[in-house]
């Protein structure tokens, strides 16, 4: 299993900065495929940007230019956001893929929150 803890969430303005960080432990040598999510009250849970072991990365139209996935190890995955709007307040979740031989699981953590004020 592989547990997961995000950080990094909080208060900012519009056109503010934040910085998400979501730390792995468990069996990381497993991942896969490391995803940011978000949920906004009333909407479903959208895929803001992912990364994956070989460092391919997939934004969501919405974010593209604005915000940055990356990993520093197998360990850490960041979220840099930049250029913050108040659309893009939401619980911002990562999520792991990892391999089981034939098997897929499914890892989230607990979430944080990003509030953008205007």
């Known amino acids: 299993q592989v547990q997961l803890v995000e950080s990094g969430g909080g208060l900012v303005q519009a056109v503010g900065s934040l910085r998400l960080s979501c730390a792995a432990s468990g069996s990381i040598f497993r991942i896969n495929t490391v995803g940011w999510y978000r949920q906004a009250p009333g909407k479903q849970r959208e895929l803001v940007a992912s990364?994956?072991?070989?460092?391919?990365t997939n934004y969501a139209d919405s974010v593209k230019g604005r915000f940055t996935i990356s990993r520093d190890n197998a360990i850490t995955v960041y979220l840099q956001m930049d250029s913050l709007k108040p659309e893009d307040t939401a619980v911002y979740y990562c999520?792991?893929?990892?391999?089981?031989?034939?098997?897929?699981?499914?890892?989230w953590g607990q979430g944080t929150q990003v509030t953008v004020s205007s």
């Open positions: 999520r792991a893929d990892s391999s089981y031989g034939t098997t897929i699981n499914v890892n």
């Open positions: 990364i994956t072991s070989g460092g391919r």
